[in-house]
């Protein structure tokens, strides 16, 4: 946040945090020893950014009441964050487990958040009309919607390049057979856990799979992710897809 590059705001953000009540403008200007314009243009920037929030006090004589200023309650988001170790951590006590029932949990968890994921979000249900005398017509029924059909090979491989790219992954179809057909492969360009997969290949490389599983099964698609090669080339990953009684329903070994 803007707070922790300007030393002047966080300056302000710490006055008002140290105090035992809220202050006007004029009190911190006086504890800071600068102009109340200052003051007031970095209140402004601190208000804006959800970290200090103002109020009037009850005037104590004629005249308009004065604004007071305090920190909104609770920590400080704009502090540095620490999710690698976090993960470093979490997956440093999965890697102690037996390898093999490491794997399969690794995988099942990524099958969890891929169906989830793709999940659709509940509709909304339909109003009820209103109530009408009973000498008008009855209102005809809603018709229930649709039943959505399964998604085609290709149309679900597209959602899951889709999925792949807001995480981040650089996905790249490759191997499509012909009009209308999956891609074979997909070439993963950019792994944003670049780092845990390099020192936790075994456990985040079949969490990722898993995803991949969860995301097509989740869609309905009649294909899956039926294996991964981890850097299969330098510069890449490479994710297989196939019919789908492969990898998730056989438990089948990524390539």
């Known amino acids: 946040m803007a707070a922790r590059r ?61 604004t007071a200023y305090r920190a909104r309650p609770g920590m400080d988001r704009g502090g540095a964050r620490g999710y690698p170790l976090l993960a470093r951590m979490l997956l440093s006590r999965w890697a102690s487990a037996d390898p093999a029932e490491a794997r399969a949990e690794a995988e099942e ?47 679900a491989a597209a959602r899951l390049v889709g999925l792949l790219d807001d995480m981040g992954f650089a996905p790249r179809p490759e191997g499509v057979s012909g009009p209308g057909g999956p891609p074979a492969r997909i070439r993963l360009e950019h792994c944003p856990f670049l780092e845990l997969a390099e020192e936790y290949g075994r456990l985040v490389c079949p969490l990722h799979l898993g995803l991949m599983q969860g995301a097509l099964s989740g869609l309905g698609a009649p294909l899956t992710a039926t294996g991964l090669e981890p850097f299969a080339e330098p510069g890449f990953c490479l994710a297989h897809l196939g019919g789908a009684r492969t990898a998730e329903q056989k438990g089948a070994t990524p390539r």
């Open 6 to 66: 300007n030393p002047r705001r966080r300056e302000v953000l710490d006055v008002l945090r140290a105090a035992p009540a809220p202050l006007g403008v004029a009190e911190v200007a006086e504890r800071m020893g600068v102009h109340p314009n200052t003051v007031r243009f970095h209140l402004d920037a601190l208000m804006a950014e959800g970290l200090v929030e103002s109020g009037a006090e009850a005037p104590s004589g004629p005249g308009r009441p004065r």
């Open 109 to 155: 968890t990524g099958r969890a958040w891929g169906r989830l994921l793709v999940e659709e979000p509940p509709t909304p249900p339909t109003p009820e009309p209103p109530t009408r005398p009973i000498s008008e017509s009855p209102t005809p029924p809603t018709p229930e919607p649709p039943t959505p059909e399964p998604p085609t090979a290709e149309r």
